[in-house]
């Protein structure tokens, strides 16, 4: 029987941060790296490239929506709720992921974030 590959995430981030060194904006690797540091335990440096990639990419509502889980993740919750209603201004939808978020688990009984599902909800 086969088994599925294992992802080697240290690899993967060695290798994106080697890209991201000779392009400092290359927003595809940050956002990348974004997920890479988070799915580590890497929360403040995946803290830092949401917000680059939300400096480089203002108008993007999953940009804005990654930073809010960064934010929710640091136990901030007035700042990553103001960046998810800022990401759902600007165009993000995903009622269902929203509400079942892991990253968003310390907003979750919040009334910001309860009328922010319902906006989403319409």
């Known amino acids: 029987m086969h088994q599925p590959k294992k992802r080697d995430l240290q690899f993967e981030t060695a290798f994106y941060e080697s890209v991201l060194r000779r392009d400092l904006s290359y927003a595809d690797v940050i956002e990348l790296l974004g997920g890479l540091y988070t799915q580590q335990g890497r929360i403040e440096d995946g803290l830092k490239m949401d917000r680059r990639l939300v ?45 079942g978020d ?3 688990k310390s907003l979750r009984g919040h009334p910001r974030f309860e009328e922010l599902l319902q906006q989403l909800r319409g």
């Not at 929710?72 to 009622?95: F, Q, S, V």
């Open 55 to 99: 400096r480089l990419r203002p108008e993007n509502a999953t940009a804005r929506y990654n930073l809010a889980c960064s934010l929710a993740l640091m136990n901030r919750p007035k700042p990553a709720l103001d960046t998810l209603a800022e990401a759902i201004a600007l165009g993000y939808d995903d009622h269902g992921w929203m509400a």
């Open 102 to 104: 892991e990253d968003l």
